[in-house]
Nanobody, 114 residues
């Protein structure tokens, strides 16, 4: 079993920054892929940025240069640094971990005001 707990969401003005954290209940060293996903009202969940156990990252073009994923294996935590936020980034952000099965956190709300 693996539990994921997100934190760091909130309300921010357009152009601002937030850092999301995802704390795992056990070591993330060997987890195939971890990442951040988001779901806006009325829309499907989409991938934001992911990172493999080998440190390879993958992200949507619309986040390029604005969002950065990182992980601290010693702390069993994955981060998402979000800069130059836009109103369209408003969504619930979820942490996910793929290890034969996809585990999800409960999500954290990010609201960007214009």
């Amino acid at each position: 079993q693996l539990q994921l707990v997100e934190s760091g969401g909130g309300l921010v003005q357009a152009g601002g920054s937030l850092r999301l954290s995802c704390a795992a209940s056990r070591s993330i060293f060997s987890i195939n892929r971890m990442g951040w996903y988001r779901q806006a009202p009325g829309k499907q969940r989409e991938s934001v940025e992911t990172i493999t156990s080998g440190g390879i990252t993958n992200y949507k073009d619309s986040m390029k240069g604005r969002f950065t994923i990182s992980r601290d294996v010693a702390k069993n935590t994955v981060y998402l640094q979000m800069n130059r936020l836009k109103p369209e980034d408003t969504a619930v952000y979820y942490c996910g971990a793929e290890q034969g099965f996809t585990y999800w956190g409960q999500g954290t709300q990010v609201t960007v005001s214009s």
